[in-house]
């Protein structure tokens, strides 16, 4: 369940795609929809991988 601190974040992301160029945007939404199938195909362990990139790419910043 989504937290108010979650929905920031969503929103600040979902911020940034929307100051880029309609280009990059659309690159964005095809990488999205990817990630997405793989992601649900894949059941658990596609969620854990996603946490898992998610966690390292934090880490990185």
Known sequence: ??????????????????????????KVKQIAEQIRATVESAGVTGQLALALVGAEAAAKA
Do not use: H, R, T, Y
């Open 1 to 26: 369940m989504a937290n108010s601190s979650d929905d920031a974040v969503l929103l600040a992301v979902k911020g940034v795609i929307f100051d880029l160029p309609a280009s990059d945007q659309e």
